[in-house]
């Protein structure tokens, strides 16, 4: 059984233990006594017995019937109702088994539903997959709702069928078995009180004279008791001439309205009329077998009652006291003789046959079932047709041929279903030794028994319709109800979620409470979403502060501001020896990325890029130290005396910062002193040691490396000294040079890998060890970084107006590049850290399949409308747009995604005219 416990058959278990438990308990029921399903025309198996003949000779004549009985084994009979029965039941217990583990799952799907709102609504999600997530949510809500309806509607169909089939079968043959054990029984005693009249009338002489008279008025009136049986169509009785001259069956009385057909008279005249049917070819088997029996078994009394009559009829005329009491004796003895021949001859004709052979469990025609019947019906005892043991009834090739065997081994009329019951007339006389004097012919037809079947069935069968149909419509009602109460409270919650999602002012949500009474698990999720809420109105009141940190650490930052005040992403200056452009972005919070240009006399120009480590509020506290040093510094400057000596600002801004004591907490920045109608350019650098300038000259982007020496903050003055001290190194821009200052947000923007179903991956190139290296990465790694390389390529395609490709490792959107056309620009720095900007947003986008309009990526007017400009694929990826509505410096790309900004873009260009 160890297939049952495989992961990819756990779906069927229940219904495979159902089979294999079904299964075994048929194998039991066969080693007892053998299932066998019916065949057409089946008999049991017969065993011939040794009998001593009818003669006394002790042999079997091969002409004369043989005697059989049951081998003991006994057979489960399976027809079609019950193999139809079966198959029902185990086609619904393997529905219901289905049906408990899919409702179960829709169980499960409820749970994963609250764990996904409980996530969902403590923010460990990024932003845009919370969007794709709650569009999941809504539908999969819908989704529940219709799978438990459909589950509860099948379930209830598959109950009721469970249930109406076994009531369905049961009912309709009870109603046949009722109906046609009437019918026997009603037919049965007609019969029988048919034989017993003619008894009577029979021990009247001479019956031979008064039938040719047509003086046998109690014969005639006995057909007219078929009104006791509505399915009885006529009665004949015949008989042989009692002279016993001839061995043609003639007609005593009939009420067979085809009598003409069936007689060799012009008219019927009773007890002259020969008569002749389907079963006179079998009369004379018939006679010697009712004789042989009656003989066997009555034979000896007969005799000793007719010696009896003798011995008192010779004694009628006698009168002497002891012949009267002789005679008397003799009286009591025939009489107790009579009665007992009576009881015999009663009982051997209460074997009541049938043409075609008579069965109540079928009518169906089959034919194809002839062929294999007609050799085993071959001078075989069947039993009565009836329950009897005793009945045999011999057969011949015209009967076989006309008839058709049922599926329950009787044969019926094809047309009509008509058959003809027959009962002999047994009746000892004194002429002969023989007994059978006729037969009692009743023809029925159970057309109207099977009328009143279908008709009942067809009742059944509706009332079970309306019975399913008003409990598939209850569980309908009841199912949806059930799917309200228990989804209902779910997309409360969702829609709270969502509010709280939507709502970017969180303090505004300050009130909002969710109120939800179901007194189980969504309750106290309602409770803890709520307290929730009181927690992101009190984090939201504190993020404010960390907003207007935010906007202090910009106002440092030389930015272009809107109409309101407030600064944008970009600032730039023009002077007639110099042009400055500075572009930043923020990530997340607030952080320690800055930089300024200070215009000292019209000609130096002090300029600063600085990156304080970590984030948050100590990194921001660190640079606006820096910034304000920096300032008060070059506040009253002057170029005489010792305004080139910039290392001592270096050195004032590492001796406050290695004082305040914040462990692992420094500042790498670069200080620099322009003079814009020379292009000298004094360094002065702290940790941060690499300046990359573009040579005009040469057409492409270059860097210098300045000396090695500590960021601001880590060592005091006096071991920075030790180990060189901050140093000033000197060298010119010439006329068109760019130099650049950038924090490590851009060279070190990042985009994860993924597999062609959008899923997070490492590089798993060649399948090569972890650690090999692979272009910009290694192997075992999930990510790649913008790198040195692309930005130098970036810069170099814009200032000599070429073309850009990026291309990105291990992208599940396949092997295309990105193009961007710089044919167009004009080779201003503007253009040239704009194109950074832009590209770095095009490297950590992608276009999933499954993103919609609720995903939604936040861009920079000024990078759009470059990218719309430049960037070739435009139309396919930014093509789709959605005004955010609160800031109009920034728009929404929908249908796309990106991976996270980890770190500020903090870009300052500076160009020597």
């Known amino acids: 059984m160890k297939f049952l416990r495989c992961k990819s058959l756990q779906s069927f278990r229940l219904p495979v233990v159902i089979f294999i438990f079904l299964t075994l308990s048929f194998h039991l029921l066969a080693e007892e006594g053998g299932i066998r399903p019916e065949e057409a025309g089946a008999v049991p198996a017969l065993t011939p017995v040794n009998q001593t003949d009818i003669d006394g000779t002790g042999s079997i004549s091969p002409l004369k019937p043989l005697l059989w009985k049951i081998r003991p084994k006994r057979y489960v009979t399976l027809d079609m109702w019950t193999f139809l029965f079966i198959g029902i039941m185990l086609f619904s217990l393997i529905g219901l088994g289905v049906l408990t583990m899919g409702i179960a799952g829709i169980l499960r799907e409820g749970m994963d539903i609250r764990k996904e709102i409980s996530a969902l609504a403590g923010g460990d999600i990024l932003p845009f997959e919370q969007k794709r997530r709650f569009t999941g949510l809504r539908k999969r809500g819908a989704g529940l709702r219709l799978k438990l309806t459909s589950f509860i509607i099948v379930l209830v169909l598959l109950v009721t069928v469970m249930v109406s089939t076994p009531l369905y079968v049961w009912m309709t043959r009870l109603q046949r078995e009722t109906l046609f054990e009437g019918f026997r029984e009603r037919s049965t005693i007609l019969l029988e009180g048919l034989a017993?009249?003619?008894?009577?009338?029979?021990?009247?002489?001479?019956?031979?004279?008064?039938a040719r008279e047509g003086l046998?008025?109690?014969l005639s009136f006995l057909p007219n008791q078929i009104s006791a049986v509505p399915e009885a169509r006529y009665v004949t009785i015949t008989g042989f001439d009692p002279s016993g001259q001839g061995s043609e069956e003639l007609v005593w009385a009939t009420n067979d309205p085809?009598?003409?057909?069936k007689i060799d008279t012009p008219v019927f005249r009773p007890g002259v009329s020969r008569f002749t049917d389907e079963l006179s070819p079998n009369l004379g088997e018939i006679s010697s077998r009712f004789n042989n029996q009656s003989r066997l078994e009555a034979g000896d009394r007969t005799a000793a009652l007719f010696?009896?009559?003798?011995?008192?009829?010779?004694?009628?005329?006698?009168?002497?006291?002891?012949?009267?009491?002789?005679?008397?004796?003799i009286r009591a003895t025939i009489e107790g003789l009579e009665a007992r021949i009576g009881e015999q001859l009663a009982a051997i004709s209460r074997e009541i046959g049938s043409l075609p052979a008579y069965g109540a469990a079928g009518f169906v025609p089959d034919k194809s079932a002839l062929s294999?019947?007609?050799?085993?019906?071959?001078?075989?005892?069947?039993?009565?047709?009836?329950g009897g043991t005793k009945g045999m009834y011999p057969e011949s090739n015209t009967l076989r041929e006309q008839h058709t065997p049922t599926a329950c081994g009787g044969v019926v009329d094809n047309e009509n279903h008509s058959f003809i019951l027959f009962m002999p007339i047994l009746f000892p006389r004194y002429s002969d030794n023989t007994f059978f004097r006729g037969l009692i012919r009743l023809e029925v037809s159970i057309d109207s028994i099977l009328d009143q079947i279908a008709g009942d069935q067809w009742n059944l069968l509706k009332m079970i319709l309306l019975v399913a149909g008003a409990a598939l419509i209850i569980g309908t009602l009841g199912t949806f109800i059930l799917s309200t109460l228990i989804l209902h409270p779910i997309q409360k919650l969702v829609s709270y979620v969502e509010l709280i999602r939507d709502t970017e002012d969180k303090t505004k949500l300050e009130g909002v409470e969710i109120k939800i009474k179901t007194w189980d698990e969504l309750e106290v999720l309602g409770t803890t979403i709520n307290d929730m809420i009181v927690g992101l109105v009190n984090a939201a009141q504190a993020s404010k502060d960390l907003t207007i940190g935010k906007e202090l650490q910009k106002k440092f930052i030389p930015l272009e501001t809107d109409k309101e005040g407030n600064k944008l992403t970009s600032g730039f200056k023009?002077?007639?020896?110099?042009?400055?452009?500075?572009?930043?972005?923020?990530?997340?919070?607030?952080?320690g990325d800055y930089f300024d240009y200070i215009d000292l006399d019209g000609r130096f120009y002090a300029i600063i890029k600085c990156d304080a480590a970590g984030k948050g509020v100590p990194a921001a506290l660190i640079m606006i130290q820096v910034a304000t040093m920096f300032l008060n510094h070059f506040k009253n400057w002057t170029s005489i005396e010792n305004g080139q000596y910039i290392e001592e600002v270096v050195y004032q801004i590492n001796d406050f910062i290695e004082a305040l004591g914040f462990e692992g907490r420094f500042a790498a920045f670069i200080l620099c002193l322009f003079d814009s109608e020379t292009g000298l350019l004094r360094c002065c650098n702290a940790g941060d040691n690499i300046?990359?300038?573009?040579?005009?000259?040469?057409?492409?982007?270059?860097s210098i490396t300045l000396p090695q020496s500590p960021a601001a903050g880590v060592l005091p003055n006096f071991l920075v000294e030790s180990k060189g001290g901050y140093t000033v190194q000197t060298f010119t821009l010439d006329h068109g040079d760019i130099l650049f200052l950038y924090t490590d947000g851009i060279e070190e923007a990042k985009r994860n890998f993924r597999d062609s179903s959008f899923n997070e991956i490492t590089c798993t190139e060649g399948d090569a060890p972890a650690g090999t290296p692979h272009a910009n990465h290694v192997a075992g790694q999930g990510n790649e970084q913008l790198g040195v390389d692309r930005v130098e390529g970036i810069i170099n395609g814009v200032m000599n107006k070429r073309f850009y490709s990026l291309y990105k490792y291990h992208n599940p959107e396949g092997e295309n590049e990105l193009q961007f056309d710089f044919t167009s620009c004009s080779g201003t720095v503007e253009e040239a850290i704009m194109a950074l900007v832009a590209v770095e947003k095009m490297f950590r986008l992608y276009k999933n399949p499954g993103a919609g309009d609720d995903s939604r990526v936040l861009v920079d007017r000024k990078v759009d409308r470059f990218l719309k400009e430049h960037f070739t694929q435009y139309r396919n990826y930014c093509g789709q747009t959605r005004e955010p509505g609160e800031n109009s410096v920034y728009t929404s790309y929908t249908h796309v995604m990106e991976d996270p900004q980890y770190d500020d873009l903090t870009i300052l260009g500076i160009r020597r005219k």
């Not at 085809?258 to 057909?261: K, R, S, T, V």
């Open 216 to 218: 046998i008025p109690e």
């Open 574 to 591: 023009n002077t007639a020896c110099a042009e400055f452009f500075g572009y930043y972005e923020g990530a997340k919070g607030v952080s």
């Open 196 to 210: 017993s009249s003619l008894r009577v009338c029979l021990a009247e002489e001479p019956l031979i004279s008064r």
């Open 691 to 702: 300046v990359h300038y573009y040579d005009h000259s040469e057409k492409r982007l270059k």
């Open 258 to 261: 085809d009598i003409l057909n």
């Open 307 to 329: 010696m009896l009559y003798r011995e008192e009829a010779a004694l009628l005329g006698r009168t002497d006291e002891q012949d009267i009491k002789r005679r008397e004796d």
């Open 372 to 386: 294999r019947r007609i050799d085993s019906l071959r001078r075989v005892h069947t039993p009565a047709p009836w």
